[in-house]
């Protein structure tokens, strides 16, 4: 018999911002409400609709708004700054339809959003539902837009300027995500995360896709001004506990992953002998930076499994994937998470994106931070230095990493006393993870009390 609303605690709608990053943590957030007894309708734009290549999670509804740009996405409009115009116009008229076409069936009762589109917090106040906010970005990047944001941090920072920030370690210049420390190179993304902060304290609840041991100090210290609660790491609960097998039906993806040749090469490998390369969804390395990642990875003489996406191939140098193909496998999207979670997989060399940062924790994988731009290079300062869960190449002067210290790297990790520490750290931050979103965990309880509030407010 099909389920009425009076089989669940709630209906929340889940609006992630269109990109793989940002949908991830809200697909699985999606999955835990639901196990929970929640109802939840995943709504995407129509575009990001039409451009899935995987998905299916059957407990899950799915629904679609307009960002005005059906047809083509982000990449129809002519600025990031008139897609957020038009997103913020039609998806405000559309999600408002959507909220009022269950009316009669399943009333919503909350909605769970990107602080990207902060404009979704109007809707609620309209309708008179729940608003809940989730960064997909550590606490310790939020915590420094917010100051930016509040111009308690002036900017354009000097290049040595030494900075302060409560909750924080002293931060350098190239610490900072990149519309910082290189002020005024991406005004539109600058814009808009900042512009997530412009009604945060009117939502009811702030949800972080952290943990709270990983961001002690700085959650501690939001906590003061802003209510955040660490909900993650929000990866699919399969990798942490593996009885839970069903996870494996959730995935989502906006490139076609080439699984089954990634785990069978995988399958035939040692254990800890593979380098595992991936730089995400957004980010281009240059050219120059492509030729000598390659030629490190030939040098280096380890088995190596590099994403290379399809717009990104033409980059690589010529005949490299035939003449290293006895080591290295090329391709165009992975399952990154069973990668990670494969036994041969010894090491990540990242652009520490915060889903693959936390991925690679979750999972136990030594990392070398090789980050390119936006919160990465804030990532990487944690990986390296808070954490101690992997080392930074280091960048010569004309902004390369060059071949040989892509070689260096890889050996620190993967065979050095030196990377011994980090090896002993991976194992102890994979328990701290699973910990956190363990039943009764820190991150479990955070959710628990969210959803005794729904419970409470829609009795
Ligand atoms: N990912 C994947 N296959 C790949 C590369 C990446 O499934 O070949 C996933 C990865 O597991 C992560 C997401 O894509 O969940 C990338 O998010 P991240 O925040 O790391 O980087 P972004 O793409 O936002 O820069």
């Known amino acids: 018999m ?56 059957s407990p899950i509804s799915l629904e679609t708004i307009s960002d005005g740009f059906d047809e083509g996405g982000r990449a129809q409009a002519e600025s990031l700054a008139a897609y957020r115009k038009h997103f913020r116009l039609i998806g405000t008229e559309t999600l408002s339809e959507l909220v009022e076409k269950h009316k009669t069936d399943f009333a919503v009762d ?3 959003y990107d602080p990207f589109l ?15 906010p989730l960064f997909t970005q550590s606490c310790a990047v939020g915590n420094i837009y917010y100051h930016v944001y509040k111009e308690e941090l002036k900017l354009p920072l000097l290049e040595t300027q030494k900075i302060v920030i409560p909750g924080l370690p002293l931060l350098e210049s190239s610490d900072m995500p ?15 995360v900042l512009y997530q902060f412009q009604n945060l304290e009117k939502a009811n ?9 990983l961001e002690e100090e700085v ?3 939001m906590t003061k001004f802003l209510p955040v609660k660490a909900i993650g790491p929000m990866i699919p609960s399969m990798y942490i506990d593996q009885r839970l097998m069903d996870d494996k039906e959730y995935g989502f993806s906006m490139f076609k992953p080439i699984s089954d040749v990634c785990i069978k090469w995988l399958n035939e490998r040692a254990r800890r002998s593979v380098v595992y390369v991936s730089f995400g969804s957004l980010a281009q390395l240059g050219a120059e930076q492509m030729e000598e990642l390659a030629q490190g990875l030939k040098m280096c003489n380890e088995y190596f499994l590099w994403v290379v996406r399809s717009s990104e191939e033409s980059k690589l140098p010529e005949n490299f994937s035939e003449e290293t193909a006895k080591k290295g496998l090329i391709v165009s999207w992975c399952p ?3 990668v990670l979670a494969h036994k041969a997989t010894g090491c990540f060399i990242t652009h520490c994106g915060w889903n693959s940062t936390l991925e690679a924790l979750s999972l136990g994988v030594p990392m070398v931070a090789m980050p390119q731009w936006t919160d990465q290079s804030t990532n990487a300062k944690f990986i390296k230095d808070v954490w101690k869960m992997g080392i930074k190449a280091r960048i010569d002067e004309k902004g ?17 006393e030196e990377g011994e520490e980090i090896r002993t750290n991976v194992i102890k931050w994979k328990e701290i993870a699973r910990e956190a979103i363990d039943e009764g965990g820190s991150s479990d309880k955070n959710i628990e009390e969210f959803i005794s509030s729904l419970m409470s407010n829609t009795s």
Request: aromatic letters at 10%; charged letters at 20%.
């Open 400 to 416: 390369l990493v060059e071949q040989a210290e892509i070689v260096r790297c890889i050996k620190h990790i993967m065979e050095g």
């Open 336 to 338: 990154q998470l069973e």
């Open 118 to 132: 902060s404009w979704v917090l109007d809707v609620t106040q309209k309708f008179g539902l729940v608003s809940a």
């Open 2 to 57: 099909e389920k009425g609303k009076e089989d669940y605690i709630a209906h929340c709608l889940i609006l992630p911002y269109p990109s793989q990053g940002h949908i991830n943590p809200m697909l699985q957030f999606a999955k835990r409400l639901s196990q929970k007894g929640v109802k939840i309708t995943l709504v995407l734009t129509k575009f990001l609709h039409k451009t899935i290549q995987e998905f299916s999670s």
């Open 178 to 192: 990149s519309f910082i420390s290189v002020h005024g190179s991406h005004p539109e993304s600058f814009e808009m």
């Open 205 to 213: 609840w702030i949800f972080v896709n952290t943990f709270h041991k």
């Open 219 to 221: 959650i501690n210290s």
């Open 110 to 112: 909350c909605i769970i």
